[in-house]
């Protein structure tokens, strides 16, 4: 099945040839279904801090940053605009020059809204000899898409999201990474200096430091802050292969096998190359302007408080643990901060004889934790908050996609429709233990929690294999927190027309 060539072509990408078999065996069996107990909700696995408790967690997060620990932002921007500009490519391809659907009706009526439209005009004036007012009175619309998106213009069909212009100032347009380097300034910052980790395709890292480099001294005079920001792309070895229908490697034109990024969840390998006290985590299109940071600040501080609140608890049990001046009473304790604060349980607990039982309390709180927050669900795609049975036979909190989920059981589909809350990719995790160590994240993951999807690639059907998703089993094995934030912290751009929402503009 596989030849010389082959094995070549595995090992400079840094994978074994076990690693392909055990894929190409994951693609044709595919992953078992995860086993649900119910949607958390709150009260039931999701905290709803009080205003005194909102005080309180803020107080610790900004005693904790005068500690001088690190603390690191980390920014997955490996994302290509692409999907961003799907409804306009079909406009550029159909057979019709004028806006016809809503969604083009509704572009073009924004259009000057767009922080983007400035640039936008100048190259349609460089390009077609007319503004942007001239072209839609001649009817010319496809030749403004055809300036957004191709490389003659802004190229913004082949741009990474995180570079795009995204909101209007008076001192000129920012995009999602200049967002992000004001964020880390206000809430992720410690003694005087912010980190700031993006990770980038290849493809785009050379003009994603350029902007970096143009950019990031603007906002540390204005924040009276020192930026270290650091780059990491997908690794190789992180790569799946992609397979035929029939189960055997699919080949490339050229008769090379065809590999695949593993999606999100490959991006393990690359927080754990980060070194940080304490890490935010937060998609690159979730960025709201200034005049609407004040919340998304707030309650940063509040998940960080009650991450290091949570934390020095865990420290301090597994303290008494390892020192062995315990008595029952305090087991029970422990025993009630596992099940109550980190929604992690095991129903035959009572059976375990004390030495077994510190064992098992030694083995859960000593593990990588985060703290999610999560909005009430407005039916967005994506993760949902939901308690779940892991493979060890305990119970415990999860980030869940529709995909884990068995379509053919009614009482799992309802409770997945069911879900109360959604996450919105807003975590604050810690990665170290009591020692000051930093965990090994891939121990820590769920392997049996990838998929497999559809895919073609020049007219011929693929099957791709996922990896287990960043947030969801990738870090299955974490103590896991839930904490209800407000809508307005969440504000992604899926779509182009979002920019014109009124949190956007």
């Not at 078992?32 to 610790?60: C, M, N, Q, W």
């Not at 191709?150 to 212009?165: A, I, S």
């Not at 990588?368 to 779940?388: L, Y």
Request: glycine share 8%; with cysteine; aromatic share 10%.
């Amino acid at each position: 099945m596989l030849d010389l060539e082959d094995l070549k072509q595995i090992s400079a990408k840094g994978i074994s040839v076990e690693q392909v078999n055990h894929q190409l065996d994951e693609i044709k069996n595919g992953f078992p279904f995860l086993r649900l107990d119910s949607a958390a909700a709150v009260g039931k696995g999701i905290l709803v801090p009080d205003p005194e408790e909102v005080e309180t967690y803020s107080h610790a997060w900004e005693d904790y940053k005068r500690n001088g620990h690190q603390i690191v932002k980390f920014v997955p921007a490996s994302g290509a605009a692409s999907r961003m500009f799907k409804n306009l490519f079909a406009f550029l391809n159909a057979d019709y020059d004028i806006p016809v659907t809503d969604f083009e009706k509704v572009f073009f009526a924004g259009l000057s809204d767009f922080a983007f439209f400035d640039s936008l005009n100048a190259q349609c004036k460089k390009n077609e000899g007319k503004d942007i007012s001239q072209l839609i009175k001649d009817g010319k619309y496809k030749a403004i898409v055809s300036n957004l998106l191709e490389k003659k213009g802004l190229n913004y069909g082949q741009m990474p999201k995180g570079l795009l212009l995204f909101h209007k100032y008076a001192d000129g347009p920012r995009t999602p990474m200049e967002e992000h380097l004001v964020e880390a300034a206000l809430y992720a910052s410690s003694a005087g200096k912010a980190h700031i980790h993006f990770t980038v395709s290849h493809d785009h890292l050379a003009l994603f430091k350029k902007k970096v480099a143009e950019k990031a001294g603007k906002y540390a005079e204005k924040y009276h802050i020192k930026y270290d920001i650091t780059f990491s792309e997908q690794k190789p070895s992180t790569d799946t292969i992609a397979a035929n229908p029939d189960g055997m490697p699919f080949r490339n034109d050229d008769g090379s096998l065809l590999f695949r990024p593993g999606g999100h969840g490959a991006l393990i390998e690359n927080l754990n190359d980060i070194d940080a006290d304490v890490i935010f985590i937060k998609n690159i299109d979730n960025v709201v302007p200034d005049r609407l940071k004040g919340e998304t600040v707030k309650w940063k501080g509040v998940l960080a408080g009650v991450l290091v609140t949570l934390q020095k608890k865990m420290f301090s049990y597994l303290q008494l643990l390892d020192e062995g001046e315990y008595n029952h009473d305090q087991l029970e304790e422990i025993i009630r901060f596992l099940q109550r604060d980190l929604g992690c349980r095991k129903l035959d607990i009572k059976e375990l004889e004390d030495a077994e039982l510190v064992i098992y309390l030694k083995e859960k709180l000593n593990r990588p934790i985060r703290v999610c927050g999560v909005v009430k669900n407005i039916g967005e795609p994506g993760g949902g908050p939901f308690i779940a049975y892991n493979q060890d036979g305990t119970v415990s909190l999860q980030i869940l996609e529709s995909s884990q989920i068995n379509p053919e059981d009614p009482v799992a589909v309802r409770m997945f429709k069911q879900g109360t809350h959604f996450n919105p990719v807003d975590i604050v995790c810690a990665t170290k233990d009591e020692k000051g160590n930093s965990f090994h994240l891939q121990d820590y993951v769920d392997y049996s929690t990838g998929f497999v999807s559809n895919k073609s690639k020049n007219g011929h059907d693929l099957k791709a294999l996922e990896l287990p998703g960043l947030w969801n089993g990738a870090m299955s094995d974490w103590n896991t927190v839930f904490v209800e934030v407000p809508l307005i912290t969440f504000n992604p751009v899926k779509n182009v027309n979002d920019l014109l929402k009124e949190v956007h503009q």
